[in-house]
């Protein structure tokens, strides 16, 4: 069998049944408006964090929402709290305590 110079890999397949969903509905609790982002990206578009560094906001938020809280909560420490993100979300989603609860949870999540 011959090399073509690349080679197909695995797709990536996310079982919702082996994740904790436990700290998503937490959070659902702690920062009601979590569940109405739509995901469009404005978040990370106006982020002053994004510019210095590779934070993305709804990257960190889609992988919290699936479960995937492997390096989350590194990559949330370099969110500087400035609201920006908070003010330009069409949806009113509260993204600054979103972020602080999610530190929050994680935190006692890895206390435990």
């Known amino acids: 069998?011959?090399?073509?110079?690349?080679?197909?890999?695995?797709?990536?397949?996310?079982?919702?049944?082996?994740?904790?969903?436990?700290?998503?509905?937490?959070?659902?609790?702690e920062v009601p408006s979590f569940k109405r982002c739509i995901s469009c990206g404005a978040c990370s578009a106006t982020c002053s964090a994004h510019q210095f560094t590779d934070f993305n906001i709804r990257k960190l938020h889609n992988l919290y929402r699936r479960g995937q809280y492997a390096g989350l909560q590194e990559e949330l420490k370099a969110c500087m709290l400035c609201?920006?993100?908070?003010?330009?979300?069409?949806?009113?989603?509260?993204?600054?305590?979103m972020i602080i609860n999610m530190r929050k949870i994680l935190y006692e999540a890895n206390k435990r």
């Not at 073509?4 to 397949?13: D, K, L, Q």
């Not at 003010?87 to 509260?94: A, D, E, S, Y």
């Open 1 to 29: 069998m011959s090399n073509f110079g690349f080679n197909i890999s695995n797709t990536r397949v996310i079982s919702m049944d082996e994740c904790n969903m436990g700290n998503v509905e937490r959070l659902h609790l």
């Open 83 to 97: 609201g920006k993100c908070t003010l330009v979300c069409p949806r009113g989603v509260n993204l600054r305590s």
